[in-house]
């Protein structure tokens, strides 16, 4: 069981546009940022969206992160095939003092 | 930037690895460190990081007092020793790396650990 709570599958049409949703509490999302990574398969995971809401250079404007009290959310628009992966989110856990990813969640583009 | 990882294999319950990690491209030292483990068809796992200079270090509960995340900043290496490794510890071993250690920027492609007899 993941500290922080992420639907296990998302899906849409290519064109079409997903949020995939991040849940903590306090101690995590609440008072730390919070990143996202996309993993695609057989490979390692890679840097999305840092501090909450900023793209990393390169990634495209179709990726967008945003975060309210203890949840986060990334959003991603104009849905390619390309765009299959898995979708992580974490963040620092002050009361765990580790790191904590969510469960992942795999976007399907039908 | 690289960082490219070394030592994993196949290993019985009970015994040790050690896993190194060489990264370059960036000032090492400058920048948090972490291993994050992946099992076979499972999510990510953090298991430990440690600071620039190597004096604040931080592991998951499930590897405290197992295994011991260390740096060579003269080497641009860091390192994972794995003792009594357990079936649950089998997973791909990443090497990754922040600056500000508020997200996890810089990833290794991974080396994978297998435990089992």
């Known amino acids: 069981q993941s500290v922080l709570t992420q639907p296990p599958s998302v899906s849409a049409a290519p064109g079409q546009k997903v949020t995939i949703s991040c849940s903590g509490s306090s101690s995590n999302i609440g008072n730390n940022y919070v990143s996202w990574y996309q993993q695609l398969p057989g490979t390692a995971p890679k840097l999305l969206i840092y501090?909450?809401?900023n793209r990393l250079s390169g990634i495209p404007d179709r990726f967008s992160g945003s975060k309210s009290g203890t949840s986060a959310t990334l959003g991603i628009t104009a849905l390619q095939t390309g765009d299959e992966a898995d979708y992580y989110c974490?963040?620092?856990?002050?009361?765990?003092?580790?790191?904590?990813f969510g469960g992942g969640t795999k976007l399907t583009v039908l | 930037v690289q960082l490219v990882e070394s030592g994993g294999g196949l290993v019985q319950p009970g015994g040790s690895l050690r896993l190194s990690c060489a990264v370059s491209?960036?000032?090492?030292?400058?920048?948090?460190t972490s291993w994050v483990r992946q099992a076979p068809g499972k999510g990510l796992e953090w298991v430990a990081n440690?600071?620039?200079?190597?004096?604040?270090?931080y592991y998951v509960d499930s590897v405290k007092g197992r295994f011991t995340i260390s740096r060579d900043n003269a080497n641009n290496s860091l390192y994972l020793q794995m003792n009594s490794l357990r079936a649950e510890d089998t997973a791909v071993y990443y090497c990754?790396?922040?600056?500000?250690?508020?997200?996890?920027?810089?990833w290794g492609p991974g080396t994978l650990v297998t435990v089992s007899s």
């Open positions: 974490g963040t620092w856990d002050t009361s765990l003092s580790g790191w904590v």
């Open positions: 440690i600071d620039g200079d190597g004096g604040e270090k």
């Open positions: 990754a790396g922040d600056r500000s250690g508020n997200n996890i920027k810089y």
């Open positions: 501090d909450n809401i």
């Open positions: 491209g960036l000032t090492f030292s400058n920048y948090w």
